[in-house]
């Protein structure tokens, strides 16, 4: 890990803690660490960061400006969302809606200076029953329904002042065994729900024990699919942090083992133990064994993907990786996984063809428009480059999501 990335990693922890920031770092590229608090979605808590160093480091004012003015348009528009998710809080409790928050201002409500967390919407879970009133609910208050956006179990609505995730569903559309293990334990269970006063809203909420476990099934499954971001680690660190009293730590871990996530799990604590302040009482008294060469290729695999994997590669290969991990693909040959790119099963592929996951004899079709998008693509277009680099990270993704024991 270079110093750049530890640069990065300590001004997230520095800026969402409010903890002094030291840098101690030298030949730091500025521009990198600006561009990587971008892929991260985490611009106004690497600001907040930098406004503690205590080392004196001067940073380009062309930069500094740059991050303060998308800090500053980040706290308008999160306090416009936040009024806005009060409104229609307000508007399901007098149609008599139990409307469950969870993620989202939740987390916000941890860190030091809560605006400065960067959400993109708000995740309700509602009772299914209910689905039609919030639905008309919705579009009275000028929602714009998002049916291309939108799945069996989650539902997405925009307006001009807030995104809604509406969850029929506390785990959406997902699939595989980690999903059955879990669902088995009713997280969703509305009777289960706790409520809390955030800032100046009254919310209810998924208990804590039901919000952390949804958290890092979350945090795994963007890992698998695409990437996952710093910001999501310094959510669960903080989470960690300020609700551990509340958290069954033995039932925690079994659960954990039976949806097959020990390995991935115990690298994200180790991560956030060292470098984001999380208290390492997470292990219960046991220093995990830990492969320092996994854990690194684990930290620039996180750091160099960023919170939705952005590079132009990932955006490629991500249905490779996705099916190494739910039809257990070990095999790294160029041949097989090239095969696996243009021809992956039907719950490898990407959100757009939906369709073949409710009707799987037309997955010939979908194939058919992958390849037809791989020739204007790739061939028209002369953009060898990125298939190939595609190919190469894949078989690397993949030989990490076997040494996290992903792959079985």
């Not at 002094?20 to 730091?28: E, H, K, L, P």
């Not at 969870?102 to 967390?117: C, E, N, P, T, W």
Request: net charge neutral; glycine share 6%; charged share 25%.
């Amino acid at each position: 890990m270079n110093n750049t990335h530890l640069y990065f990693l300590n001004a997230i922890r520095c800026g969402a803690t409010g903890e002094r920031f030291q840098s101690r770092q030298a030949d730091i590229d500025y521009g990198e660490l600006v561009h990587l608090a971008s892929m991260h979605n985490s611009v106004p808590i690497f600001y907040v960061g930098l406004n503690g160093n205590t080392d004196g480091q001067v940073w380009p004012e062309v930069y500094l400006t740059h991050l303060k003015e998308i800090s500053l348009a980040n706290a308008v528009r999160q306090m416009v969302a936040y009024n806005a998710l009060n409104v229609f809080l307000e508007a399901c409790e007098n149609a008599g809606i139990r409307a469950v928050v969870f993620k989202g201002i939740v987390l916000a409500d941890l860190y030091k200076d809560y605006i400065s967390r960067p959400s993109c919407d708000s995740d309700i879970l509602i009772d299914p029953a209910g689905y039609n009133i919030v639905h008309k609910l919705l579009r009275e208050s000028g929602y714009t329904f998002l049916a291309a956006e939108s799945g069996e179990h989650v539902k997405c609505y925009k307006s001009k002042n807030l995104s809604i995730d509406l969850h029929l569903r506390l785990w959406g559309d997902s699939v595989g065994r980690h999903i059955g293990a879990v669902e088995k334990h009713r997280l969703d269970d509305m009777e289960k729900t706790i409520n809390l006063r955030v800032r100046q809203l009254n919310i209810t909420t998924l208990d804590y024990q039901a919000h952390f476990i949804y958290l890092l099934v979350h945090i795994a499954k963007h890992f698998i699919i695409k990437g996952v971001g710093v910001r999501q680690l310094m959510d669960v660190s903080l989470f960690y942090d300020r609700y551990r009293d509340n958290i069954d730590l033995p039932a925690l871990w079994a659960l954990i083992d039976d949806m097959g996530f020990l390995s991935v799990v115990r690298y994200i604590f180790k991560i956030c133990e060292r470098h984001l302040g999380m208290d390492a009482s997470i292990f219960m008294g046991e220093d995990p064994v830990i492969d320092n060469d996994v854990l690194n290729a684990l930290i620039k695999d996180i750091i160099e993907g960023g919170a939705f994997g952005t590079t132009p590669e990932r955006s490629v290969s991500h249905n490779v990786v996705k099916e190494s991990y739910y039809a257990g693909l070990k095999n790294k040959n160029q041949g097989a996984l090239v095969w696996h790119l243009i021809f992956p099963r039907a719950v490898a592929l990407p959100k757009k063809y939906k369709y073949v996951r409710k009707y799987p004899i037309l997955l010939p079709i979908a194939w058919a428009h992958r390849i037809l998008n791989f020739i204007r693509n790739r061939l028209v277009r002369k953009d060898h480059i990125k298939m190939f680099s595609a190919i190469n990270q894949s078989s690397e993704r993949i030989r990490l999501l076997e040494d996290l024991d992903l792959v079985k």
